[in-house]
Nanobody, 122 residues
Framework: QVQLVESGGGLVQAGGSLRLSCAAS????????MSWYSQAPGKQRELVAG???????NYTESVKGRFTISRDNAKNTMYLQMNDLKPEDTAVYYC????????????????WGQGTQVTVSS
């Protein structure tokens, strides 16, 4: 079974910084993508940033230049450095890992963490 444990959330003033961590354990395929999603109250969960096991990254437009995603494959840990935080960044942040195996149609495996709250005050 795969387990994802997030940490690093909290309360911060606008303009401040936080660093989120996601520690993964269990049987995880080495060729995978890890991502951070956010979910604000009353809104759908949405992608914030993702990183492949090879280091390719992608970001949603609203966090480009402020957030940096990274990972340590040896530790099976992913990070999200969040700088210049804004009140609209307030949300629960979820860690996600996914991979595909086999031939088409490939079987998709996807797992979620329990989430960590980030609150940015104005």
């Amino acid at each position: 079974q795969v387990q994802l444990v997030e940490s690093g959330g909290g309360l911060v003033q606008a303009g401040g910084s936080l660093r989120l961590s996601c520690a993964a354990s269990g049987r995880i395929f080495s060729d995978n993508t890890m991502s951070w999603y956010s979910q604000a109250p009353g809104k759908q969960r949405e992608l914030v940033a993702g990183i492949t096991s090879g280091g390719t990254t992608n970001y949603t437009e609203s966090v480009k230049g402020r957030f940096t995603i990274s990972r340590d494959n040896a530790k099976n840990t992913m990070y999200l450095q969040m700088n210049d935080l804004k009140p609209e960044d307030t949300a629960v942040y979820y860690c996600n890992v996914k991979w595909a195996v086999g031939l088409a149609p490939r079987k998709i495996y996807m797992y979620w963490g329990q989430g960590t709250q980030v609150t940015v005050s104005s």
